[in-house]
């Protein structure tokens, strides 16, 4: 059994008991333990289900490479699936349970699949569900999905806060392992200003497990001290619980901080994402220890060798009475050695490799009477839910078994892979290293910077260095190496420390156990315990002709669980290579793309969620609406109120009663949101012609017209009202959407083109609020607040004046996208809402009424005039709307003008704009087509026309629309058939598009 | 994500804070050009890999266009320059010679 | 005319890591012109008593000032009830030179940040180096606040004033109050305790 034993536990708090539960059950750990450790205390070595077979699997490593140990964490608003044990860090009340079985760890229906296996191989899923087609969406996807997947997804909105921070530094370390510590020391010694992240809450790695001495103190108390002296220096931050997930670009890198993860009940964020800007990244990431591929290396109780130490020491754990090693290395020794020194048993060090003569590790073994079998291997692991024992064989043979050690545990180790994927992530490349059978960062080609340099240096076991002298020595050089690039100087007196040396027996790459294993032993083999992928499947595809490395993976999905192949990519890829009968390097790597560990989706969030998911932009007026009933229409970024329902009103109705009470009465609309571009200098008037249709530099100052923008592809994008403030001077009005667009439009031209055009421009958009006051009665209720003489004689239409209305200063325009007598007044944005309410009292007895956007439509289309977004998309030119009355024809250039000419954009045929009257008064469905004689090559009926607006005119009281027609504008008078996504056919007379007042009697009172 | 020094304010700042604006150094035509030429100018666009001149705008910044030289592939960035020529400074074409000498020179607009 | 209302009504953030507080409005003109010129240095002593800022660099006096908006652009800062009259000096100086100078008060909400935290919460929204070497007294950063434009300086010691659009001071201030909110220092840019 696995169990807590009285020696060991150097990162336990022993006085702090904490209780938490695991599948309901409540079990005990200490302050310290991660959630891994306490569950081995206990143990829980089944700690879930395999994603596939459903196999009963136990805890593999003790690091974020474990594959296997993935929990459900939390409750409510704090659940989240997926979490890994290893990772997660005890704190007292923690809940916790297993995932991926039904109806419960112990007894699990799925695990039928294992028995099916031989039916489930590679490719399973592509070749069994192909046929029949429609199979697939309605039997076999709800199927596979409902037994797929490994944790439940959360159902209630995330109840923690999470935020980004940006950093800059010199030089970033990203591992606070005695390499990372060492290369921090170094850089900030140079004078470098540096940031260390360590991901765990430890410093020091893997060192002091693995023992050894620095300068003749213990590595232990060489990290102590290190992390003190960095700790007063000004120029470095080190940082436990964050780790790097992802280097990019020039230097940037993604940290992941876990701040409130161990102590849920801590205040402020759960996670926060630094986004690190890095002269020079070091990564120091160390190295991940390899499974062995042998028959059953995935029973609960067959752990990684160097993982099995570190429960012993860190967590004072011991996996099992009774541990067989298996390795084709030295480093498994230490395993062995620290198990036997505390009083636990070693049946056998099973040791893949033939050497001429013992190492130290192998005479210290021995001298300890724990039998060493060189040549040996397992043949196969006993057990289901739980290791029994181990069958024992020759390497060289084909698993004949030569002897069984009853046992309650394997370490094992393949060897050790350095963690590359930080030195990958950007483009760094790797090179094979033959001797320690691994692929280490090519130093000659490193990810490159914005000055073309490197800009990451790999240190330590992450650059494939494992004695510990080695790692201190390569650390130290990196740095110096780095900090000089960045025109830093060691101080000479600075010196790399110095470990005790230990010369370890070469490594002997094993692939498969034993080398001749039968198809029986592959068959349960794993390579990838999380995505259940066997030796025989990476076999299969090779066979069946899958050998580019990235298609075997896809083929089989080696790597592509939540652990991206910590483990099994090495083990997978040389399983390709020995399939294919080819070199590891030749076969190459997968990509390694970040993040390196799953990181939260509320991290990538950061603050953006709820009410700042996204700016709101609010009027002056905001307010007033909000209280006043608005129901929110968002334009842009803004919200404008699209009607103002009373109590026991439908919008619908309170949008009529808006259109006749402006019509007859009075109207107020909040039109702040109006984009408002000042354009002056000496070439305004030249610039302006080139940018609108029309010609605008024969305005004459205190006028006011209507102008049309295109593209330079032709495109109508934009129109407005341009007001001629004085000889240099224009304010161009732009739709809502285009405020912020057109002012940079201007700017474009201005700057990239024209750039000896004497103009400039100032975007006052948001210094104005500007209130449309519209209706018969808008006159009088100017007139009422007094202080401008507004009558047609003195401010006609199309014209502006400066001045003040009851006390505000004030502009006026008197402009009409009505139809109606109106308005147009931009006071300050600030004296906004008391003009506004200056307005509702001098209209009160009036009739006056506020009106959204809805209103504004239908007012506007009764009249016929258009609306960019709605007449337009992207593919209307002005001519196809009948406006070239607003094209100047006087004009040798102007933005859209060569475009136009082009012979698509000349064609007659092209769709035109003209009224839509329903023949029934009924009104159209807004995006309907009206279909002609005949089909289209694809059996569809031919398409002649579309609605691009449609509404219910209560002043008309029947349905008016707009739409674009072939040859609209000849067919005065004929019905077209628009069928509607609700089976009914509607029909629709073509009619002149200004359906109410053409002779604009009512607004030139 | 690249870092980019806006040579209008001077500052480096983050990608996120700039806009790119596509391939720099186009000629404009306008009524009286030939179909051809107008096609050329307004839809077809180099995409070199390696050396590539473009606009970008400090839209979080100054509000200001300028150029930059970048290589496309590596995404080293060679410098940028003001929006306000129509050709390649010879000091960024010196320095794009410096670190790419089997560059076409010539090719430059 | 009545008082001139700012973008919120009061709104003011204690008990973070730092406070956040919306200013009464401030007078803000935009002025585009040849920095250069000695119209242009003649134009900024009359109306804020200063002379020309370095780039990215703000000046203030009492409560006037100036700030660098881009090469062909400045921020004058005056009282909110002098900005008519600031204009029609400067319009006086400028003569028939090519300039513009505007009102942009009414457009504009500011906010004050402080506390020993300001630069860790600034830094929290906006993709700049906060650190109290790189980002000094005088400086302005136009940059980014999460997702709209704003600007900054040092007010003086750890407080910071900050420019944003009027239609987003809602947005602003929430996202300032979140990157405040109690327990989330990163102690970054503040000195080590």
Request: hydrophobic share 40%.
């Amino acid at each position: 059994m696995s169990t807590r034993i009285a020696t060991g536990g150097r990162l336990l708090n022993k006085s702090n008991a904490v209780s938490f539960s695991f599948n309901g059950k409540q079990l005990r750990g200490f302050e310290g333990d991660t959630l891994a450790s306490a569950l081995l205390a206990n143990d829980q070595m089944l700690v879930g289900r395999s994603f596939k077979y459903h196999r009963p699997r136990g805890i593999v490593a003790a690091g974020p490479e474990e594959p296997n140990a993935l929990v459900n964490l939390g409750q409510g608003d704090r659940f989240e699936p997926n979490q890994r044990a290893t990772t997660t860090e005890l704190f007292d009340g923690l809940q916790s349970e297993s995932q991926n079985h039904w109806p419960s760890l112990e007894f699990d229906v799925g695990a039928i699949n294992k028995h099916l296996s031989r039916f489930l191989p590679a490719g399973f899923y592509y070749k069994m569900f192909i046929h029949p087609r429609p199979f697939w969406k309605h039997v076999y996807e709800p199927i596979i999905r409902h037994s797929a997947g490994l944790g439940k997804a959360p159902k209630d909105l995330d109840g923690d806060t999470y935020e980004h921070f940006h950093a800059f530094c010199d030089v970033l370390v990203i591992g606070g392992g005695v390499a990372g510590l060492e290369a921090a020391r170094t850089a900030a010694l140079s004078g470098a200003k540096v940031i260390v992240l360590e991901q765990t809450a430890h410093w020091g790695g893997r060192a002091p497990v693995d023992g050894g001495t620095v300068d003749g103190t213990p590595v232990g108390a060489f990290v102590d001290t290190l992390v003190e002296e960095l700790s007063t220096m000004e120029n470095v931050t080190l940082r436990t619980r964050v780790m790097g997930a992802g280097v990019y670009d020039h230097g940037y890198v993604l940290g992941y901080e876990r701040l409130t993860d161990h102590a849920p009940k801590t205040a402020g964020p759960r996670h926060r994402l630094w986004r690190i800007r890095a002269g020079h990244i070091v990564t120091a990431t160390g190295a991940i220890e390899r499974p062995l591929s042998f028959s059953g290396n995935d029973i609960p109780g067959v752990m990684l060798a160097a993982s099995v130490r570190d429960y012993l020491v860190n967590y004072g754990v011991s996996v099992g009475d009774r541990t067989v090693v298996v390795t084709n290395n030295d480093d498994a020794y230490r395993t062995a050695i620290a198990l036997t020194e505390a009083g636990l048993t070693v049946p056998a060090i099973l040791d893949a490799r033939v050497l001429p003569q013992d190492s130290a590790l192998m005479a210290r073994a021995k001298d300890l009477g724990i039998r060493v079998m060189m040549g040996h291997a397992v043949a196969r692991v006993t057990g289901g839910k739980r290791v029994t024992g181990v069958e024992v064989c020759s390497q060289s043979g084909e698993g004949a078994v030569l002897e069984t050690f009853p046992c309650d545990a394997v370490a094992m180790s393949g060897g050790w892979s350095p963690v590359v994927h930080l030195w990958s992530h950007c483009g760094g490349k790797l090179t094979w290293d033959t001797a320690g059978a691994m692929f280490r960062p090519d130093v000659n080609n490193p990810p490159l910077g914005a000055d073309g340099h490197g800009f990451v240096t790999a240190a330590g076991a992450a650059a494939g260095f494992f004695a510990l002298d080695d790692i201190l020595h390569d650390a130290h050089a990196a740095a110096d190496g780095v900090a000089t690039t960045l025109g830093f100087k060691l101080p000479a007196d600075a010196v790399s420390p110095n470990a005790d040396r230990q010369e370890e027996a070469p490594l002997a790459p094993v692939w498969m156990m034993p080398q001749g294993a039968n198809v029986k032993l592959r068959e349960k083999t794993f390579l990838d315990y999380q995505n259940d992928v066997k030796v025989s499947d990476v076999r299969l595809a090779a066979q069946e002709g899958f050998v580019s490395v990235e298609h075997a993976k896809r083929y089989t999905t080696l790597g592509m669980a939540t652990d991206q192949g910590k483990l099994s990519n090495i083990n997978g890829l040389a399983t390709l290579a020995g399939a294919m009968d080819a070199d590891i390097p030749a076969v190459g790597t997968t990509t390694f793309r970040p993040p390196y560990h799953p990181i939260s989706m509320g991290s990538i969030a950061g603050e953006a969620r709820g009410d700042v998911f996204q700016p709101i932009r609010r009027t002056p007026l905001h307010d007033w609406h909000e209280t006043n009933g608005a129901d929110w229409e968002p334009v842009g970024h803004w919200r404008r109120p699209y009607a103002y329902p009373r109590k026991g009103e439908s919008t619908h109705d309170a949008v009529m009663r808006e259109v006749t009470n402006t019509r007859s009465k009075l109207g107020m609309l909040d039109a702040s949101t109006l984009g408002k571009i000042i354009v002056k200098g000496p070439d305004a008037g030249r610039f302006l012609d080139m940018l609108y249709t029309n010609m605008m530099s024969s305005l004459k100052p205190g006028k006011c017209r209507y102008g049309l923008m295109c593209s330079e592809n032709g495109f109508l994008i934009d129109d407005g009202v341009v007001a001629r403030i004085d000889e240099e001077t224009f304010l161009c009005h732009t739709t809502t959407g285009g405020a912020e667009s057109i002012h940079q439009h201007m700017e474009e031209w201005l700057q990239t083109e024209w750039w000896d055009f004497n103009v400039y421009t100032a975007n006052v958009t948001e210094q104005y609020a500007q209130i449309a006051v519209v209706g018969p009665n808008a006159r009088t209720c100017l007139e009422k607040l007094g202080g401008m003489d507004l009558s047609k004689e003195a401010l006609a239409f199309m014209e502006w004046a400066d001045g003040t209305l009851g006390g505000f200063k004030c502009r006026v325009y008197r402009i009409s996208f009505s139809g109606e007598l109106s308005y147009e007044i931009a006071v300050d944005a600030g004296q906004g809402q008391a003009f506004w309410d200056a307005l509702m009292v001098a209209g009160n007895d009036l009739g006056v009424m506020p009106y959204g956007t809805e209103c504004l439509h239908i007012l506007r289309a009764e009249k016929g005039f258009i609306m960019i977004g709605d007449e337009t998309d992207g593919t209307v030119i002005p001519q196809d709307l009948g406006l070239n009355w607003a094209i100047s024809k006087k004009k040798d250039d102007y933005l859209g003008k060569r475009a136009q000419q082009r012979t698509h954009m000349a064609d007659p045929t092209r769709w035109k704009l003209v009224g839509l009257e329903t023949t029934d008064g009924s009104t159209l469905p807004d995006g309907a087509y009206a279909v002609g004689e005949g089909e289209n090559e694809n059996g569809q009926r031919n398409m002649i026309g579309r609605v691009t607006s449609t509404y219910h005119s209560p002043t008309l009281g029947k349905g008016i629309a707009m739409g674009l027609v072939l040859n609209g504008p000849d067919r005065m008078g004929e019905v077209l058939d628009f069928p509607g996504t609700d089976g009914k056919t509607y029909q629709a007379k073509i009619v002149d598009p200004v359906f109410y007042d053409k002779e604009g009697a009512k607004q030139n009172v | 994500m690249l870092t980019l020094t806006c040579p209008n304010c001077g500052i480096t700042a983050e990608e996120t804070e700039f806009h790119a604006g596509g391939e720099a150094h186009l000629k404009r035509f306008g009524p009286g050009s030939s179909d051809t030429e107008f096609e050329q100018y307004l839809f077809m666009r180099d995409n070199p890999k390696g050396v590539h001149f473009e606009r970008w705008r400090h839209v979080y910044g100054c509000g200001k266009w300028f150029h930059a030289a970048r290589d496309t592939m590596t995404l080293e960035v060679f410098g940028t320059y003001t929006a306000q020529t129509s050709t390649v400074p010879q000091d960024i074409i010196n320095k794009i010679m410096d670190r790419r000498p089997d560059w076409q020179a010539s090719t430059a607009p | 005319m009545s008082e001139a209302v700012s973008a919120l009504k009061a709104a003011e953030f204690t008990g973070g890591i730092a406070e956040v507080t919306l200013m009464d409005p401030i007078g803000m003109i935009s002025v585009r012109g040849d920095l250069t010129a000695a119209y242009m240095k003649k134009a900024l002593k009359k109306a804020v008593g200063l002379g020309l800022p370095d780039t990215r660099s703000v000046q203030i006096n009492g409560d006037r000032g100036v700030a660098w908006m881009s090469p062909d652009e400045l921020l004058l800062l005056c009282p909110y009830d002098q900005v008519s009259d600031t204009i029609d000096m400067l319009t006086k100086c400028f003569g028939s030179n090519h300039t513009l100078a505007v009102n942009v008060s009414d457009a504009r909400a500011v906010f004050r940040i402080s506390g020993a935290h300001s630069r860790d919460v600034l830094a929290k929204l906006a993709p700049v180096d906060l650190s109290p070497a790189t980002f000094t007294p005088g400086m302005i950063r136009r940059t980014r606040l999460a997702q709209v434009p704003a600007a900054f300086w040092i007010e003086e010691g750890d407080s910071f004033r900050l420019v944003c659009f009027r239609s987003v001071a809602l947005y602003v201030y929430d996202l300032l109050k979140i990157a405040a909110q109690p327990g989330s220092a990163p102690v970054f840019y503040s000195a080590k305790p």
